[in-house]
């Protein structure tokens, strides 16, 4: 069973507007889970991660995201998005014993 | 940050030659990961390592092997390459630390099998 789902294959906003990129998880108790960023032809940088604790998690180039269990949901969220954030997103989560495990990717374009 | 470094970045290789990639890394740690990125498929784990000699399928396995004789190198090896094996390849380490704890990505290898 896929343990991590994005639904969005692509999605295109306009520069400035508001961005949230979605994220599901199954299975398991408290996930360790993660967003990165993979810009074309580059590799994968963290965004940001959460363990426990406060369930909205702030990360680098203004990103954040909120874990919600009742939805068994990790989206990741941007006020105003600018036309570099154009790239792949991936969400992720830990299981077993330190291993990683990724969702298929949300494509996103900037348009002007 | 870990320092990781994969080898070759691209290579172009013929169906049913051997082919090693090698992963890097400086810091000493315990866990590393080799990845394969399709499209449509994200990032998928193909072998990891839980330290020197100590090695562990992950879901898309089959046509590769891993070595591990130091810390600080993670060699996958396809034995007899096919087209199916074009990818990009990841490697990865997981940071266990007081202060940090995550996973780090090298570069990606390049891999076209024709």
């Known amino acids: 069973a896929q343990s991590v789902t994005q639904p969005d294959i692509h999605i295109t906003v306009s520069e400035g507007a508001s961005l949230e990129l979605r994220c599901n998880y199954s299975?398991?108790?408290?996930?360790?889970l993660f967003w990165y960023v993979q810009s074309p032809g580059q590799g994968l940088q963290l965004l940001l991660k959460y363990f426990s604790g406060d369930t909205l998690v702030q990360g680098i180039k203004g990103f954040e995201a909120e874990f919600k269990r009742s939805q068994s949901s990790f989206n990741l969220r941007k006020p105003s998005v600018h036309w570099s954030d154009a790239a792949e997103y991936f969400c992720?989560?830990?299981?077993?014993?330190?291993?990683?495990?990724f969702g298929t990717g949300t494509r996103l374009t900037i348009i002007p | 940050d870990a320092g990781i470094t994969q080898s070759p970045r691209h290579k172009v290789t013929e169906t049913g030659t051997p082919v090693t990639l090698r992963c890097h890394q400086t810091?000493?740690?315990?866990?590393m990961y080799w990845y394969r990125q399709d499209p449509g498929h994200g990032l998928r784990l193909i072998h990891y390592?839980?330290?020197?000699?100590?090695?562990d399928k992950g879901e898309v396995s089959d046509g590769y092997s891993v070595s591990r004789s130091k810390t600080e190198d993670f060699l996958l090896t396809l034995e007899s390459a096919t087209s199916s094996q074009t990818s990009v390849y990841f490697c990865a380490i997981s940071v266990a630390t007081l202060l940090n704890y995550g996973y780090t990505f090298g570069s990606g290898t390049r891999l076209t099998v024709v």
């Open positions: 992720a989560r830990e299981i077993g014993n330190e291993k990683l495990t």
């Open positions: 810091e000493n740690h315990r866990y």
């Open positions: 390592s839980y330290g020197v000699k100590d090695t």
């Open positions: 299975y398991g108790a408290t996930p360790y």
